[in-house]
Each structure stands twice: as structure tokens, then as C-alpha cells.
């Protein structure tokens, strides 16, 4: 017996030990991970460091030093740009690899290789659509310049150094939980971070939509709904602008055309209601009479943070700001001369073309009244624990085509034709955006700032810029195809060559207001121009609200200072509720209510229109605004297996403030005939019933704050990452554009003079390690509306009390 159990012993032992090395589905081998010499004990850090670090890489020319401050943000002073760029590239690495590592994959279409096949469409749709092909374009235009070249493969030995001197107990906990190891930076990886920021700024698509609206309504509803020109509007370039240039000519509109196959089509969408805000005062309304430059970029709110702080100072430069953590230089920021911040264009540069193909083996296509050749690229997609995905995308010359139609048996008597959808991206073509922020962190004035924007593609950006020669400037830039009205508004003709790309708009003559009479510029992603300027951007811009409320308040402000700027970008004030709160409020009648709608009636109506933490109007309005839009348009627009575009909030406004007797108003799944009066007043009573059977009578529980869900994720959703939730106020549609888990991912002030000051902060930390005191030491800052002095040292010397460590690299 003790024989037995001796055995049993062992076996039960053997095969715990065989248990714990082993990864079962997304669960890392639990040995390994809870092993006190390489596991995830040892990604703890304490917050006291070594006050002098000396360290000895390959690679560097000369010697290194990096002074970090109280935020962990380093100061990197180099003796030429080649050690500049490859100690940028390390001290990124070490704080950010995996960050840096799985944003790559995510672009490249890697991701299955470490997680498995839950992200294989994603993987799939990311080679579908050309993001590889445009990296290796890019990548050719970033080796072709000489300056850049030296720059990303600088960045790129750098971040290998660090990678090369790593441990398996030191890799950062995200490669222990999902067991894999970190693999060498390659200078392509530079360029798919420019991809992944194109796909999220301007990677959506609202055509197959569009094309499904045309179908089912027709083309004079639709351009009723969808108008190329807003209701209200206060564009970018201020109305009245004039054009200094003499326009080349614009392309003919091709036959119209109406493509197939869209119907079960979901694209990635464009998202309403988000976006970025900037602006620059003049020295006429600030307090010490130089300009003054804000600029919050919204986007997804993560830790650790899509942004990464760091000055770089070498003998051709000295720039304080924020970089992409895995690409060189500082993109938002500042020097001691010039200021520059962006916010997305939203331009039209992704285009869907309906392709022919002769047959079932799609080698040859129709174009031009001819075959011609189809190219064939081959994706190899690795999937963890499963045999490689093997798919073969077709490339016409407008692009790759993401999506095809499967072979069927045609019914009697018909043909079957394959058709597909192939795209046309602006982020598919040889490009060197790096050396716009090459010349931009070393830009003296706005010639520089012009000659610096002549070398950025995508994703077109409102680049805002301010100096100390007193001068302020915006300009929509990119590099923008030239092209007929409303091309690309629907899917289009892919055999005419009519609805080819006819060349580009010249960069000088891409909008730009310098020094305006008004004394501002500034951008919230609206329209760029009124609609005198002679070219065609886009049909559709984010919604003019934000823009409005900023312009409105610049208009008016007089001795402004940082502070000024610091507390509008928490501007909780809401247009939308201003232009339509009292329209809607007298449709209401309070003898038809409950005394819960009547009570929430009152607090609507007094309600200051503020997104405030503690408002309870701003729920009651959010809630009824939504239900009455949704009533609106959700029996026309919500239609199963066919993806519509609902028209917009603007179109909606204009609906209730013009025409109280339109048939849209009409419910069609009811046998009475709606008004406006109607929709708006049952939009109300389900409102209000719903907050009471969710939270209770109007009170505490209706706080905004409390409603909203608002949180900061880790990058990979990891439980116990992130914040979880907590209470805030702003919302789309506000300066303070905070919804759910998108929102300011970096707050900038930059005070220009005699001795420019930089503020800012994101949501976050500037370490990517959860173990860190430095993981999310700035968040409470960013969440509270404040911003951090930004440390700018003349020299590697230049003595400060906020220094807190030295690293020197020989």
C-alpha cells in the first residue's frame, strides 16, 4: 500500500509539474508566471531609483545623457543626432516595449500568432486592406531620404539595444501573461505605426452605407438627408477667406452608377461625435502679448497611454513634447520658437471601387474598356495552436480588394460575374511623414512650418502653429486627391477610369488663414472651408458644435493666459442643447405627465447646459435627445442585414427646427401619422421612465457623472489594468469630449516669449509597467482638469530640482 501511494505520490507530483509549465488556452503556464526569480514578481518597481545610472550600448558615437524628472519623462541631450534618435529609440523601448510591440502586430496583421484565432478577422482584415503594402511604401519613401533613413534606423538600434540586454525576468508582465517573447524592432515598424494612426483616423467609411441609402431611398431623399453642406457651420478657414491662388481645373464627374454586393457589408465605421480640439491665440488677446497654443487630440484612452513625453536636444535641435511610442521625434510640441499642434481633417482619402472580373479565377478585371492584369499577394497568417492561414488578396490598380464576392452556381440563364470591392487609400502610397516632424521640431518660423508640411501624407491633419514672431497660423494638410463633387460619397465605377484619382491639390494651395483679423485660429474636425474654396475635400465633417463653442469663446477673450486656455479645454458647454432645448421644451405639456416627468421637466428647463459631473439636466437632455433621434430615424435606418448611414445630428437639428410637418416624422411601424410634436413629447415620457425604472426618482442617482460611463482600459482590456470606472463630465459634442473610453489622450499649452513654457499631461503614466509608481501617476492630474509644467532644460547641465535621476549611456 505505502508502495502505492509512494507512486501516487510521485505521479500526482509529476503531473502538477507538468501542469504548471503547461499554457492552457489564454491561461500562461502558471509555473512560470509565479516563479520568484523570472515570473511576474519580478516586474515590481520601486519608486526610489539610483540618482546616476551608467550604462555601455553598441552602436552609440559618443557619449549620452538623460536626465529624468519627478514624471519619469526623459530628457535625452546627445552631442549628434544619430546617438539622439537610437537613445530615443532605447529609452522608449524601456519603458514601452510591449506597448510598442503589440500595436505593430495589431497593424501588420499578427496578432493570432500570440492570442489565437479570436482576432483572426482583424488580422485578416488588416492584410485585406493593404496595411502591410502600405508600411513597405512608406518604408521605401522613409530610406529614400538620406535624413530620415538615419533616423529610423537609429530609433531602431536603439530600441534593439534594449531588447538584446533583456532577461526572460524582465521581460514586462504582458509577454509573461500571454507567453511569448519579444522580437527585434525592425525599421518597418516605425512606418505601421503611421498605419495604425491612419486606420483610426482616417481608416472609416461610410460608403457602403451611403450606396445602401441611395438604393432604398433614392437619390433625391438622400441628398435631402446627407446635404454637402451643413445646416450650421463655422468652418476652420473663416467664412469669407479669400484664395490667393489660381485653382487647377476640376476633374469631369464619371456616369452615374449604383455597385452591388454592399448590403451585408459592415466597414469599419466613423464614428460621430469625437475628434480633437486646437487652437492659438494672437498676442492682441493674450496677457503678456505673444501667442498662446492649445491642442487636445481625442482618441482611444488607454494604459498605458498612446503617447509617450520626452524632450530631445542635440546640436540641430532641442524640442519638448510628445512622441508614438515606436517612432522617432516629437509629433506635438514644442521648441523655443515655434509651437504646433493637430487635429484630424476627416478628408475624403479612402475611396471603394466595384470591381469586375472575367471569371472565377479573378486574374484578369475590367477596366477601361479592356481586361487587364490582376496582381497576387499572398498572406500567410500564423495562428496560435492551428495551421497557418493562407489567403491570397488581388490588387487592382486602385488597390487591394478587401472584399469578393463567393463562387455560386448562377441560375438559369444568368451569368455569374465575380465581383469585388477594391480600396483606394491614401495610406497605401510611398510617403515620409517622419521628416515633416524632422523639420517641424526644428522649425524657427512659418516658412519653416509650410516647408515642414509638404512632406506629410496621412492621415491629413489641421496642423496649428504658433511663434515668437507673433505669428499663428492653421492649415487642413495632407496630401489630398484631386477629384469631381461627391466622388467617392458612394461606391464607385471601378472599370471607369473617370473615378481614378486625377492627380493632387497643390500643398500651397491646401486651405490656410495666417494671422487673422480675429485674432484666433482653430480647429474641432469641422468643415475646413466654406464653399468658395474651389476643391473638394469631403461631403461630411464632424459636427460643428465644439468648433462653435470654441470660436465663440476665443471671440470674446481679452488677456488670456495659460490658465484661460487650461480651463476652456474642460469646457463643458453644450451648442447642440443651446440650438435646440427650447424648440423641444414647447412641445411639452406638463398636464399630460407623471410627477416624475414633470419634476425632471422642471430641472430640464433651468438646466445651465452644461455637461457638469453633477448635473442631472445633462442626463435628462442626453437621454431624451438620443430617444428622439432614434425615434426619428430607427424604423427607416435600423434595417437588419442592410447596413444604412442615419443622416446626422446637424440634418436631425434642422428636421426639428424647420420643418415640424416633414414626413420623416412619421413612425411606420404605427398606423397613426407622427409630427414632430408627437416624437419629441413621446421621446420625453420613455426618457423619463426609463431613468426612473433604472436609478430611481430624479435626484442623486441622475448625477451625469454617475450615468456616463467613463474609464481608462489597459491597451489589451487586462481586469485590475485599468481605472474602471469613474465619474466625469464632458461628452462628444463638447470642448471636453470625454465619452466612455475616448476622450483627450493628451492636454497641451504652450505659452510662446522670450521663454516659452509648455504644459500638458495625459491619462496615464509614462511608464507602460503596471508594477511602476509611474504606471498612472499623472492620471488624477489629467482627471482633475490640470496640467503639469513641462521641464525644458537649455543643457545637459542646466541644474533643476525636478531631476530625480541621471542616465548616462556610453
Known amino acids: 500500500m505505502k508502495f502505492i501511494k509512494a507512486l501516487l505520490s510521485i505521479a500526482l507530483t509529476a503531473l502538477l509539474i507538468w501542469a504548471l509549465d503547461c499554457k492552457f488556452g489564454e491561461i500562461p503556464p502558471i509555473g512560470a508566471f509565479l516563479n520568484p526569480s523570472t515570473g511576474f514578481w519580478q516586474n515590481a518597481e520601486s519608486k526610489h531609483t539610483l540618482a546616476t545610472e551608467n550604462l555601455k550600448l553598441p552602436g552609440l558615437l559618443d557619449k549620452v545623457i538623460i536626465r529624468y524628472d519627478d514624471n519619469h519623462i526623459p530628457h535625452i541631450f546627445a552631442k549628434n543626432d544619430h546617438d ?14 510591449w506597448e ?11 496578432l493570432s500568432e500570440i492570442i489565437g484565432s479570436k482576432t483572426l478577422d482583424l488580422d485578416r482584415y488588416h492584410r485585406r486592406m493593404g496595411m502591410v503594402y502600405g508600411a513597405e511604401n512608406t518604408l521605401k519613401g522613409i530610406m529614400a531620404n538620406p535624413v530620415t533613413r538615419v533616423m529610423v534606423n537609429a530609433y531602431t538600434d536603439g530600441v534593439n539595444s534594449y531588447i538584446h540586454q533583456l532577461a526572460p525576468k524582465d521581460y514586462p508582465i504582458e509577454f509573461k501573461l500571454l507567453d511569448y517573447e519579444p522580437e527585434e524592432w525592425k525599421p518597418i515598424n516605425c512606418a505601421y505605426l503611421l498605419k495604425l494612426m491612419s486606420e483610426t ?14 438604393k432604398r431611398f433614392g437619390i433625391k431623399d438622400v441628398n435631402d438627408l446627407f446635404p454637402d453642406y451643413p445646416f450650421h457651420e463655422d468652418p476652420i478657414i473663416p467664412v469669407g477667406t479669400k484664395w490667393d491662388f489660381k485653382p487647377l481645373p476640376t476633374p469631369k464627374p464619371s456616369a452615374g452608377f449604383i455597385a452591388q454586393m454592399t448590403e451585408g457589408i459592415q466597414t469599419k465605421e466613423i ?9 492659438a491665440i494672437s498676442g492682441s488677446k493674450s496677457a503678456t502679448g505673444y501667442p498662446i497654443l492649445a491642442n487636445d487630440p481625442h482618441l482611444n484612452l488607454t494604459f498605458p497611454s498612446i503617447w509617450y513625453q520626452v524632450q530631445l536636444s542635440s546640436p540641430t535641435v532641442n524640442v519638448n513634447g510628445v512622441s508614438l511610442p515606436g517612432a522617432p521625434c516629437i509629433i506635438i510640441g514644442y521648441n523655443q520658437s515655434i509651437s504646433w499642434g493637430v487635429t484630424n481633417v476627416d478628408a475624403d482619402v479612402m475611396d471603394w471601387y466595384q470591381v469586375k472580373f472575367k471569371d472565377n479565377t479573378k486574374n484578369e478585371y475590367w477596366y477601361n474598356n479592356q481586361w487587364n492584369k490582376v496582381q497576387k499577394r499572398v498572406e500567410v497568417i500564423k495562428v496560435l495552436n492551428q495551421k497557418d492561414i493562407v489567403d491570397t488578396v488581388l490588387y487592382t490598380h486602385q488597390g487591394p480588394v478587401v472584399y469578393e464576392t463567393t463562387d455560386k452556381k448562377p441560375a438559369k440563364g444568368s451569368e455569374n460575374i465575380p465581383v469585388g470591392n477594391a480600396l483606394r487609400w491614401i495610406a497605401h502610397d510611398e510617403s515620409d511623414e517622419f521628416m515633416c516632424f524632422h523639420l517641424l521640431n526644428r522649425g524657427k518660423n512659418y516658412a519653416d512650418y509650410r516647408k515642414a508640411l509638404t512632406y506629410f501624407t496621412a492621415p491629413a491633419q489641421n496642423f496649428i502653429f504658433a511663434s515668437n514672431d507673433k505669428d499663428i497660423a492653421i492649415t487642413p494638410n495632407g496630401k489630398f486627391p484631386l477629384k469631381f463633387k461627391d466622388q467617392g460619397k458612394f461606391i464607385l465605377d471601378g472599370s471607369d477610369p473617370a473615378n481614378d484619382w486625377q492627380g493632387w491639390i497643390p500643398a500651397d494651395q491646401n486651405p490656410t488663414v495666417k494671422n487673422p483679423l480675429r485674432g484666433f485660429v482653430s480647429s474641432a474636425n469641422q468643415s475646413s472651408t466654406d464653399p468658395s474654396y474651389p476643391y473638394y475635400i469631403n461631403w461630411r ?22 490658465d484661460s486656455m487650461r480651463r476652456m479645454q474642460m469646457d463643458n458647454y453644450s451648442i447642440l442643447a443651446q440650438d435646440i432645448l427650447p424648440g423641444m421644451l414647447k412641445y411639452l405639456d406638463t398636464t399630460k405627465m407623471t410627477a ?32 428622439f433621434y432614434n425615434e426619428v430615424w430607427g424604423d427607416k435606418f435600423d434595417i437588419k442585414g442592410t447596413y444604412l448611414k442615419y443622416p446626422s445630428y446637424d ?24 409630427t414632430c410634436a408627437d416624437i419629441v413629447a413621446q421621446s420625453f415620457y420613455n426618457s423619463v421612465n426609463e431613468l426612473v425604472h433604472k436609478h430611481g426618482k430624479p435626484g442623486p442617482k441622475w448625477q451625469w457623472g454617475l450615468i456616463k460611463q467613463t474609464y481608462v482600459n489597459h491597451l489589451a482590456n487586462l481586469p485590475g489594468f485599468g481605472t474602471g470606472i469613474f465619474a466625469a463630465g464632458g461628452r462628444g459634442g463638447v470642448i471636453n469630449a470625454l465619452r466612455n473610453g475616448n476622450g483627450p489622450s493628451w492636454r497641451m499649452v504652450v505659452q510662446m516669449g522670450p521663454n516659452v513654457k509648455g504644459y500638458g499631461v495625459f491619462p496615464g503614466g509614462e511608464s507602460g509597467n503596471p508594477g511602476s509608481f509611474y504606471y498612472n501617476d499623472m492620471f488624477n492630474t489629467w482627471k482633475n482638469g490640470e496640467l503639469n ?18 542616465l548616462v549611456l556610453n
Open 84 to 97: 539622439l534618435y537610437y537613445a530615443q529609440g532605447f529609452v522608449t523601448a524601456r519603458d514601452r516595449l
Open 100 to 110: 510598442m510591440d503589440i500595436q505593430t502586430r495589431e497593424a501588420s496583421g499578427r
Open 201 to 214: 483616423l482616417a481608416g472609416g467609411s461610410d460608403q457602403f452605407a451611403m450606396t445602401n441609402n441611395l
Open 271 to 279: 464614428t460621430p461625435g469625437v475628434g480633437s480640439n486646437n487652437w
Open 541 to 562: 465633417f464632424e459636427q460643428y458644435y465644439r468648433g462653435k463653442r470654441i470660436n465663440d469663446k476665443l471671440s470674446v477673450m481679452k488677456n488670456a493666459t495659460v
Open 596 to 627: 416624475e416627468q414633470i419634476n425632471a421637466f422642471h430641472i430640464v428647463k433651468i438646466w445651465d447646459k452644461h455637461y457638469a459631473v453633477n448635473s442631472i439636466g445633462a442626463t435628462i437632455f442626453d437621454d431624451w435627445w438620443y430617444n
Open 651 to 674: 440634418r436631425t437639428e434642422k428636421l426639428l427646427l424647420t420643418e415640424p410637418n416633414s414626413k420623416w416624422f412619421d413612425n411606420s411601424t404605427t398606423p397613426a401619422k407622427e
Open 789 to 806: 509644467e513641462l521641464l525644458f532644460l537649455r543643457s545637459a547641465t542646466e541644474p533643476s530640482v525636478r531631476v530625480k535621476t541621471t
